[in-house]
């Protein structure tokens, strides 16, 4: 995969170090690892951006960037993958994850209507959490295996169609 295409995307780690919202994590910052672009970096950030993507949780790049810390991958990346979880996609995904939960735990879907108010929140979330935490955390899991298989196979065959290349190119100036 191209660093260059990646890299264009992600901030420096000077602007991260700079964010204010980041600034809790300190010193943690300063580590060198979570700013790396090489396959395992890039693969493990992929997979814990898109599985926190699906939480339905407040502060998911809050958790993402914990997350990075932990496994030590790319921490830019890592919480801008949290954006595929943005308001156009959240109530697709969502009711997707609730079904599915509904379905595995075999409770039958409730049929509701979402607003966004105080008041519905403190009525339905009470009776739809289980079904949707579930199935977030299944639908999580399962995309964010895809996506770190995904990035080390891509990773991979963009490494061996350049080395082909190399050696095509060695082999016709004769080196």
């Known amino acids: 995969m191209p660093k260059s295409v990646i890299r264009r995307w992600l901030p420096t780690p000077e602007q991260v170090r700079a964010s204010k919202g980041l600034g809790f994590l300190g010193a943690l910052l300063h580590d060198p690892n979570l700013f790396h672009l090489n396959r395992h970096s890039v693969s493990v950030a992929f997979a814990v951006g898109v599985f926190t993507s699906f939480l339905p949780l407040p502060g998911q790049m809050v958790i993402a960037a914990l997350l990075a810390l932990w496994f030590r991958c790319n921490l830019p990346l890592s919480m801008l993958l949290v954006w595929i979880s943005n308001p156009v996609t959240i109530p697709a995904i969502f009711y997707s994850t609730y079904k599915l939960g509904a379905w595995i735990l075999g409770t039958p879907p409730l049929d509701f209507r979402m607003e966004l108010s105080l008041e519905w929140l403190t009525n339905e979330v009470g009776k739809i959490w289980l079904p949707l935490f579930f199935g977030s ?9 895809l996506a770190y298989l995904g990035m080390q196979a891509l990773w991979r065959w963009q490494v061996i169609k350049r080395w082909k290349l190399r050696l095509k190119r060695r082999a016709a100036t004769g080196c």
């Open 137 to 145: 955390l299944l639908a999580g899991i399962f995309f964010s295996t």
